[in-house]
């Protein structure tokens, strides 16, 4: 587990500063270019443990026979690189992409979300294009019309045509539902966003706020007034979870479509004078590396985002490599116990105090 003194001294600022910069304080004044290196080095040193190292280093030695020579990847964000900072997960995507091509020797061209599409001329001059994030109508098709070969990651259009890599977050939300009912909850809240599907909203969309209704309706447990969603900002955490907590018969737990989500949430739990777990616990997703410093340390489920980055990679360099049959990769999940809520049934469930 990467420590806030090991970022502070990589970065060169104080622990005080590594802090702030994860917990998001809006009061804290630091320049741009310091707070990017704060969040991707967190995420870096996260990811580059023993364990990942070991896998990286197999994985890489078996990809290196499939690099054509003078291999060029374009990675096309659908976030704009502000946007990016403020989901340190997505961070997490774009290193798996770029360190996989960084031990394979491939160069990378990065192409971020702005308001107008990018030139084409660098995709078409790329041997192939990983597009990291949700990209809908005729983003997809503008992709699939300009990339010599082309991979989603952390997304999967429709149809069968394209190759992709994600986690099923909807299949990731039943279990840490079961789990949390397990354990006894009743009264639980969720807290989203609003998804945009091919230019027109849908408050319910998004895969995870889907399955939470569903879930609980099957289970005769949903309450309207505990699904709350808003168009994303960086306060929708605060602001969702501060009504949903001044409502008269307010949940015992706060389930966030994210971390960043969770932050937010802690933030208001504290203001208005309650505790976590013991008036309210919380649980998210993604498990990006501030969760295990925020007090309590959040429980959530890991996606493994650098995971997803260099298999969408892989998929490339199989394309390149002659394969002509697309591939849609699910990988799995894990829920993390932490503080923020209480034991799993199963003593044997992994946790982290």
Known sequence: MVTIKEIASAVGVSSATVSRVLNY?????????????????????????????????????????????????????????AQELVDPYYVGVRLGIESRCQALKIEVVKVFHTKSLPDPTVLQSASGVVAVGHHYGEEVEWLRRHSRHLVFADFSPPGE??????????????????????????????????????????????????????????????????????????????TLAKAMLSKPNPPKILITCNDNMAIGAYRAVHEMGLKIPQDVAVASFNDIPVAQFLGPPLSTVKIPAELIGETAVDLLLERLSGRDISKKIVLGTEIVWRGSTPPPVDASAPRES
């Open 25 to 81: 304080d809006p009061t804290l004044s630091i320049s741009a270019a310091k707070r990017q290196a704060v969040i991707e080095t967190a995420e870096a040193l996260n990811y580059a443990t023993p364990r990942n190292r070991n896998r990286a280093a197999a994985v890489n030695g078996a990809a290196q026979a499939l690099v054509p020579g003078a291999t060029k990847i374009a990675l096309v964000h659908f976030l704009e690189p």
């Open 161 to 238: 045509v394209d190759d992709s890599v994600m986690s099923d977050v909807g299949h990731a939300m039943t279990r840490l539902l079961e789990a949390l009912y397990d354990i006894g909850y009743r009264r639980i809240g969720f807290l989203g966003w609003i998804e945009t599907f091919y230019g027109a909203e849908n408050l319910h969309a998004e895969r995870r706020c889907r399955t939470f209704i569903d879930w609980m309706t099957k289970a005769g447990l949903f309450d309207p007034d505990l699904c709350m969603v808003e168009r994303l900002t960086p306060d929708s955490g605060y």
